[in-house]
């Protein structure tokens, strides 16, 4: 279940830029479940991936591939290829191979991306002979197909798109998302492919996107699990008739915006999407001593079963979120400069609770579907946001019953 309105948007095409998809029967038989990308043989293309020690088969293939001016992207949901040995990696291989194959390319122009239940085996089988299907329905337009193609626990398919001018020129941005549950980015089991138009340097779009990765998926959490697969990748086909962008530029600090604009979304519709998510809750933590002390207490509000349970009730129990402030580990915190708020309302003040506070003025806070806490610590002027959602009983079901 949703929360709040997450109607997919109009996707711009992208020149230089084309999703094909197909159906493999992975692990149902009813979608498709294989995405093929094609960009043009000039484009960038920049990736980041899962900090998880165990990363997934396909992961290491794309991080080596991504060297060799990467064409292709293929995409599976329904296996994750994860936890597999060095089987894993020769089906990894065998994949990118057979999709060079049927484009007339080479297997190390393939970055492979799998997302799904870890620890089985892949079937390479399969996915070769859906491949021809997915090749030949390679067009611009099919952004909403491939959206629906990576999604698994997902309940609707996310994207965004817009568009913005450099020099009387249009340069578009389109990007699609999946990922509901093991969210705890420093990258976790989401998958993003975003493709741009504008002409931009491999290492340049590299640099972009990593900031904007840390700004966006690095700020979502559903239940403070790292995948084995994350990854997210920018593609910039250079198709757009406005002028290269160049690092320092105004172009560049524009592009650089939207960019983070669009990771910025994707990764709230993850949180949108959470597994039995019934909440958003925003978590913003400000006069903090820096950026990572900031992003530290917000992160471990965030994790709280006990927190999240209790949005989840609608219950102001500020007393967990106290607590989660308090073993967050910050050094010397000084309890009376604390503030921490449900929205308008204080709750924390000089050390415990706020004199003006009431029950039912909490209480009116957690019923609603969008939240945010604030916590000012009193310590500095770093201010980081942290997007969440609560725990509610289909959480457990979805998980519980993920592989039957």
């Known amino acids: 279940m949703a929360v709040g309105q997450c109607d997919f948007p109009k996707m711009h095409e992208v020149m230089g830029i084309s999703l094909g998809t197909a159906c493999a029967g992975i692990k149902q038989t009813v979608k498709d479940d294989i995405l093929v990308i094609a960009m043009a043989g000039d484009a960038s293309c920049a990736a980041v991936f899962t900090q998880n020690a165990f990363c997934a088969a396909p992961v290491h293939v794309a991080k080596a591939h991504l060297a060799q001016s990467p064409r292709w992207l293929l995409v599976n949901s ?16 065998s994949s990118c191979a057979n999709l060079a194959d049927v484009v007339g390319g080479k297997a190390q122009q393939v970055l492979p ?17 859906a491949l021809p299907t997915a090749v030949g329905n390679l067009v611009q337009a099919n952004w909403d197909k491939a959206a629906r193609a990576i999604m698994t626990t997902d309940t609707f398919p996310k994207g965004v798109s817009q568009m913005l001018t450099l020099d009387g020129q249009t340069v578009t941005l389109t990007g699609i998302s999946k990922g509901a549950g093991m969210i705890q980015p420093n990258m976790a089991t989401m998958l993003g492919f975003i493709a741009t138009d504008a002409k931009i340097d491999q290492t340049l779009l590299q640099n972009c996107l990593a900031l904007a990765v840390e700004q966006s998926f690095n700020r979502i ?42 990771c910025k979304r994707l990764a709230e519709l993850i949180i949108r999407d959470g597994e039995g998510a019934t909440k958003l809750i925003r978590i913003v933590v400000s006069e903090a001593s820096n950026d990572d002390e900031a992003v530290r207490v917000a992160k471990t509000i965030a994790h709280s079963p006990l927190v999240k349970t209790a ?38 003040r000089n050390g415990g609770r706020a004199d003006d506070y009431t029950e039912e003025a909490g209480q009116q806070v957690m019923a609603q579907e969008e ?26 079901k979805i998980n519980a019953e993920y592989r039957t």
């Not at 991306?113 to 002979?129: E, H, N, R, W, Y």
Request: charged share 15%; glycine share 10%.
């Open 113 to 129: 991306f799998s997302t799904g239940v870890i620890g089985q085996p892949l079937p390479v089988d399969k996915i070769k002979a």
């Open 78 to 93: 329904g296996n994750a290829n994860a936890g597999t040995g060095e089987q894993g990696m020769q089906d990894a291989l």
């Open 371 to 396: 939240i945010t806490v604030t916590v000012k610590l009193g310590r500095g002027n770093a201010e980081q946001e942290v997007l969440t959602c609560d725990f509610s009983y289909d959480y457990v």
């Open 221 to 262: 959490t559903v239940d403070g699990d790292t995948s084995t697969n994350d990854a997210c990748v920018l593609i910039a086909s250079g198709a757009s008739l406005a002028p290269e962008i160049l690092a320092g530029s105004g172009h560049y600090r524009i592009f650089a915006d939207a960019v983070l604009a669009v």
């Open 311 to 348: 949005f989840f009730a609608s219950d102001p129990n500020w007393g967990r979120i106290l607590a989660a402030v308090g073993r967050a580990g910050v050094e010397n915190m000084v309890l009376e400069d604390v503030q921490i708020y449900l929205d308008a309302v204080c709750i924390v």
